[in-house]
């Protein structure tokens, strides 16, 4: 409770920067209270479980990710200064938003409540739907935010009709009451139909298949910073949102005294799949790397799905998984602002001799893809490992074969940006490197790197 009061304060606290003429010291300043937010998240961490009125719950699950989105928002907001140098007029607008959608965060994991749970999607949806049209004077910006509200606001739509039922099914909206009810003999039919319909539309928030149609586009149109953080930040809030709604409100037990727990499997397993698979070889097709990401964010929510299929035992290896690939994209997409920065795409060609032009660029982009394809040393190769070796323990061995196999498929397309970054002539000189595109970029590949080498770092929080 006290991160989400301390963030919203910050957030005003922004606002207020605009009319006291401080631009200059908002990025800086914003930094320093984010630094100080993640102090005070882990103090808690060790607390015994916290309820506020049961709207607001503090526990361990909570603060581990709370403080993963916290470091995710620093190296964003980072970055931020530098992207809106053309826009100082309205940086403090663009980074209270930020600001607020981290917020909006932080309640979706740490809620009691399923009035809370929505208010959380509410102010993270709100502030991203701003993010993608912020560009007001480019055509694919604009249509990226009118498709994103739409899709948003019916998936949003879906999950509100689902909290309707389960409210009529329960007559609560508490979450400690919902599960209690949800474990007695005489189940109203409304509640896994709810659960159902909740899940459906966290599914479109994750961006899994089928629900992933307005990724690409919404990605690709969007500012750069903006793709950014909805590929690593906003991702994996909606993962661990929806691990935390299903575990919370017992749905596995429930689902086991109506025999719908296999099919509730078959179907995670399903959506897994085809998300990993349709990911990867659409990722394959793609020539803008903003594009391809996108591709690339859909399978990788294949894999962090997978965790739904041992789900009492899983919630470490998912807060594994989720910060070795939220680090190696922030360390990419850093890497994409540095290339395309005053150019109108994002193409692969962009990228072409990068390793003469800036060879330590170069090395981090690579560093970063390469642990997204699970190569071993880097965070992202162990955090699939471990996930593998819990899903088999589960008795789904042919979902690790699968996850092995597009695995396998996506080291060709993150190649292909690799061998135009060392293999191809350089097309013209590339502009200065601001020294903080450096820093996140280091800090975020070297955080990735020693994920890998000490993964109990990680995994001890939540095991």
């Known amino acids: 409770m006290n991160t989400l009061i301390a963030i919203t304060g910050l957030g005003v606290l922004c606002l207020l920067f605009e009319i006291l003429n401080f631009r200059k010291g908002i990025v800086p300043v914003t930094i320093i209270g984010l630094l100080a937010i993640l102090g005070l998240t882990v103090s808690e961490f060790n607390t015994p479980q916290t309820y506020y009125n049961n709207m607001i719950v503090v526990s361990k699950f909570s603060t581990a990710f709370s403080s993963l989105f916290i470091v995710l928002a620093i190296l964003l907001i980072a970055l ?3 992207f809106y140098e053309n826009h100082s007029t309205k940086i403090s607008d663009f980074i209270a938003i930020k600001i607020f959608l981290l917020a909006g965060g932080v309640a979706m994991v740490s809620f009691g409540n399923l009035a809370m749970f929505f208010i959380g999607i509410e102010i993270l949806s709100i502030s991203l739907y701003v993010l993608a049209a912020s560009n007001r004077m480019n055509i694919k910006s604009n249509e990226a935010g009118m498709k994103y509200f739409l899709m948003g606001s019916f998936a949003s739509g879906i999950i509100l009709f689902g909290i309707c039922l389960v409210y009529g099914a329960m007559g609560s909206f508490d979450v400690i009451e919902i599960s209690e009810s949800s474990l007695s003999a005489e189940l109203p039919v409304w509640f896994p139909i709810g659960m159902i319909l909740m899940t459906i539309g966290m599914l479109f928030k994750i961006a899994a298949v089928p629900f992933h149609f307005w990724a690409p586009d919404v990605y690709e149109g969007s500012p750069a910073l903006t793709t950014a953080t909805m590929s690593t930040l906003v991702k994996v809030i909606a993962v661990a949102t929806l691990y935390k709604l299903i575990i919370e409100l017992n749905l596995i037990p429930s689902l086991e005294n109506q025999d719908l727990l296999e099919a509730f499997k078959i179907i995670i397993v399903v959506i897994a799949i085809a998300s990993m698979t349709v990911g990867n070889i659409m990722a394959l097709k793609q020539n803008n790397v903003k594009r391809m990401l996108a591709f690339s964010g859909i399978s990788h929510a294949g894999f962090m799905l997978m ?3 041992s789900i009492q035992n899983s ?15 922030i360390a990419a997409f850093t890497v994409i602002l540095y290339v395309c920065k005053n150019r109108d795409n994002e193409d692969i060609e962009n990228f072409n001799g990068l390793g003469k032009k800036n060879p330590l660029m170069a090395a981090v982009l690579t560093a970063a ?3 997204m394809a699970g190569i071993p040393i880097f965070a992202g190769f162990f955090a ?10 589960a008795g789904y061995l042919v979902v690790v074969i699968a996850g092995v196999i597009n695995s396998i498929i996506s080291v060709g397309y993150y190649f292909k ?12 000189e590339v502009a200065k490197t601001p020294f903080v595109f450096y820093a996140v970029a280091i800090i975020a590949i070297l955080l990735n790197i020693a994920l890998g080498l000490f993964p109990s770092a990680v995994l001890d929080l939540l095991g």
Not at 417 to 428: C, G, T, V, W
């Open 417 to 428: 940006l690799i061998l135009a970054m060392y293999s191809k002539e350089p097309n013209e």
């Open 80 to 82: 931020a200064h530098d």
């Open 384 to 393: 699939k490992l471990f996930l593998f070796n819990q899903v088999i323990e």
């Open 307 to 309: 965790t739904l299929l």
């Open 369 to 371: 893809l390469l642990s």
């Open 315 to 329: 919630s470490a290896s998912l807060l594994y998984y989720a910060s070795a690939y939220s680090l190696a994209g």
